[in-house]
């Protein structure tokens, strides 16, 4: 272990023996070590110990205070605070019960050596990250909203929806900062102490996305060797953002529908029903309401998910925030010890007159770029270069329809009125979705080429530079027939 991670564990178990054993394995490990017997003997020396204490480990069964009760009072008094639960109890209600209060992991008795150092990291990796991630939440919110797009009419419709409990669609481009807008309302919310879970649904394939929305039991599939509680059972008192709905497979948009409607759902395999109380934020890229129209989208879903709809415009529409966002892109990315770049006013015009497909995640990886590279002038011609491929497009492009523009123009920040005019034939509209279908699938294509050879093969590394997981770039290369290239090391 390096000495980064060393600190004060403090162990809580009414088996001497244990507790023992305990004391053994984490002192090999460079840890100060202190104990107690139950809840309030370990409550007593939290106090005692003030911030001393860099994580706790807790069992569940103990007289006096159990261990959910002492969970539950440490985060009254400290919610960041990392606790393992350890539990010789295979319920699954056990485990929901814990993770529900705020624990940070639970590991099973017996447990080995092993099982408690990866734990451990674990945890104390998650709160180094938390907490980064609250510095990053509150610097990215000063510049992402208070440009020009997210004016008082908007700051006041994002209070009041996050006062109330209602389902929100949040539409936007993709990389447009759709899940930043949903973490906001979370945290604004009643709800903000209680978990946030997001779940990408065009990332796995839908028997994938059933199983991680309402878990299994055991048995229910080849390979579910235990029961596994789902997204919903996990946000329970909290909130759940589903990423992409619009491509949601049409079976499990009406079991969605069911738990929108009853807040209880039954795992797969299981007979037993589940009652969560779960606010439901979605968000997509695509025009819902044409899916809707097209057949490919429930209507009676979308109009339970689309209580408010919330717009995010596209980068290019918020001139205003590039230079802001670049500048906290760069201090986000540089490496600790490293002197965080200025960017060159030659750099900034080229941000400004780049028109950003990608939005801010493709701000993010150019950002990224320029740290390694340190060039300024060589993003000024890339950015230069692809303005030019993007006029020679538009410019091959069929024209837009003035109406189809008015339209476009009219929809605002809050709107929940579906557009008026009518949807264009069948044929023609299937001959413009095919084309973009295609257009989007070669972009896509182009880009994880890009990135697989920027990084010689090797997909994780690709999946990081691209900035999206790593099973959904493996997905989107199945998809996509990228496949049969040797991975290099």
Not at 172 to 181: A, L, N, P
Not at 255 to 272: A, I, N, P, S, Y
Not at 391 to 410: C, D, K, L, N, T
Request: charged residues 25%; glycine residues 6%; proline residues 5%.
């Amino acid at each position: 272990m390096t000495e980064e991670t060393r600190g004060t564990i403090l162990v809580v178990d009414d088996d001497p023996e244990n507790r023992h054993q305990l004391e053994m394995m984490l002192g090999c490990e460079g840890y100060s070590v202190e104990s107690a017997a139950d809840g309030e003997e370990a409550l007593a020396s939290l106090e005692k110990l003030d911030n001393e204490v860099t994580l706790v480990l807790l069992d569940v069964l103990m007289p006096k205070l159990n261990g959910i009760q002492t969970l539950q009072r440490i985060r009254t008094t400290n919610p960041s605070l990392p606790v393992i639960m350890l539990t010789g109890v295979t319920a699954t209600s056990k485990v929901v019960e814990a993770m529900r209060c705020g624990a940070s992991d639970y590991l099973l008795k017996p447990f080995s050596h092993r099982d408690l150092d990866s734990a451990i990291q674990r945890a104390l990796a998650g709160r180094r990250v938390s907490e980064q991630q609250k510095q990053d939440a509150a610097q990215l919110e000063n510049s992402y909203f208070h440009g020009a797009w997210c004016d008082q009419t908007v700051q006041l419709l994002l209070r009041q929806i996050s006062a109330s409990d209602v389902p929100v669609l949040i539409e936007g481009e993709t990389g447009v900062g759709k899940e930043v807008v949903a973490r906001r309302i979370h945290a604004r919310s009643s709800r903000a102490a209680k978990p946030f879970l997001k779940l990408n649904c065009a990332a796995l394939p839908s028997e994938l996305v059933e199983s991680e929305l309402f878990g299994y039991e055991r048995g229910a599939f080849t390979g579910a060797l235990k029961n596994k509680p789902g997204r919903f059972e996990m946000a329970d008192g909290g909130t759940i953002l589903l990423d992409e709905i619009g491509d949601m497979d049409c079976k499990l948009q009406a079991k969605l529908l069911h738990v929108l409607q009853d807040q209880e759902f039954e795992r797969l395999g299981g007979t037993e029903r589940v009652r969560v109380n779960v606010r439901v934020l979605a968000a997509t890229h695509c025009d819902l309401y044409r899916a809707m129209q097209e057949g490919r989208f429930r209507e009676d879903l979308y109009y339970r998910l689309a209580v408010v709809v919330l717009r995010v415009p596209a980068l290019r529409e918020r001139k205003d925030e590039i230079v802001p966002l670049a500048e906290f892109l760069l201090r986000r990315h540089t490496p600790a010890g490293q002197t965080v770049q200025e960017i060159p006013p030659e750099l900034q015009q080229a941000l400004l007159a780049h028109s950003w497909p990608g939005n801010v995640r493709e701000l993010e990886n150019l950002m990224r770029k320029f740290i390694v590279v340190r060039n300024h002038r060589m993003l000024v011609a890339e950015l230069g270069a692809s303005a030019t491929n993007h006029i020679r497009a538009a410019a091959s492009a069929p024209p837009v329809s003035f109406a189809s523009r008015r339209q476009m123009a009219s929809r605002q920040p809050g709107d929940v009125e579906p557009p008026e005019a009518a949807p264009p034939p069948a044929k023609i509209q299937a001959g413009i979705l095919e084309q973009l279908d295609q257009a989007r699938m070669e972009a896509e294509t182009e880009a994880i080429l890009a990135a697989l050879h920027e990084t010689r093969w090797n997909r994780k590394q690709a999946a990081q530079l691209l900035n999206i997981d790593y099973k959904a770039l493996l997905y989107k290369m199945r998809k996509l027939a990228i496949e049969g290239i040797p991975i290099q090391a």
